[in-house]
């Protein structure tokens, strides 16, 4: 009888639980994705125009690495100048109003969600946000300025260079979108694991492909063939893949099911 009273107990704690979650036709989840992109949209106009005030000053630290070897950049098209404009004030007014976008993101899933779920939304913020910027940061502070002093100043010695505004913008963009995606690895790991697609344990078996991987791709993006400095490169991204097992261990369905019969 008494395990009997557990079980109805728990039963009615999670029907509470999800007391507030109030079913949604088809149409009113087209209506709240409306709503939620509409405001996402709005916040990156804001972004956007925040970012256009301030864009000599974002140029000037775009070009930053180039003029330190004494470098500028050049056109060949008249568009090109106004749209590298263009391009950095969408970029810095999207890094700008990615906390309010993912905010929006987070509304919009919250309904589906238990009431002890929704205290991750700060953290989901802090985290997305904060790798991404690491990896921005990262790219923008090591592996841009060694590239381009391997790639002008090494391999280029030889000619006279010519950087232009739009082959410089998409270096520019596929070394720091690049890495700040790639640091994102914890948060993908994060949600591959919550759905159960990933476990820890298939992670940690496949840990030497993962580690395969990670250098391919620092030897890729190292601007030095220095094993040492491949291995700088290589130190970030293999911590977190380390730290993605860890997270795939918190949020995996088996251990909050067994968290769930333990309580119980």
Request: proline share 5%.
């Amino acid at each position: 009888m008494v395990d009997a009273a557990d079980a109805i107990d728990r039963a009615r704690a999670a029907v509470s639980e999800r007391v507030d979650l109030p079913g949604m036709s088809l149409m009113e989840h087209l209506d709240e994705l409306r709503r939620r992109v509409i405001q996402s949209a709005v916040f990156l106009v804001l972004g956007m125009i925040l970012a256009w005030v301030f864009r000599d000053r974002l140029l000037t630290f775009l070009q930053e690495p180039l003029l330190k070897i004494g470098k500028t950049l050049v056109f060949t098209h008249p568009m090109d100048a106004l749209n590298l404009n263009l391009q950095v004030s969408l970029l810095a007014g999207a890094i700008v109003a990615s906390p309010f976008i993912l905010y929006q993101v987070w509304l919009f899933i919250a309904p589906g969600l238990y009431h002890n779920e929704r205290r991750f939304v700060i953290p989901f913020m802090l985290a997305t946000v904060g790798l991404f910027l690491t990896g921005a940061a990262f790219g923008y502070f090591f592996v841009l300025p060694g590239a381009i002093k391997i790639l002008v100043l090494g391999f280029g010695h030889n000619f006279t260079s010519m950087i232009t505004i739009e082959d410089y913008s998409s270096f520019f963009l596929s070394i720091i979108l690049g890495l700040g995606v790639s640091f994102e690895l914890p948060i993908l790991i994060f949600f591959l694991a919550m759905f159960g697609i990933v476990s820890p344990r298939f992670l940690w078996k496949n840990i030497r492909y993962a580690i395969l991987a990670v250098f391919i791709v620092a030897a890729v993006i190292c601007p030095s063939p220095d094993p040492w400095t491949m291995c700088v490169y290589a130190i970030p991204m293999l911590s977190l893949y380390v730290l993605g097992i860890g997270v795939a261990w918190w949020v995996h369905p088996s251990r909050r099911k067994a968290k769930a019969a333990k309580a119980g």
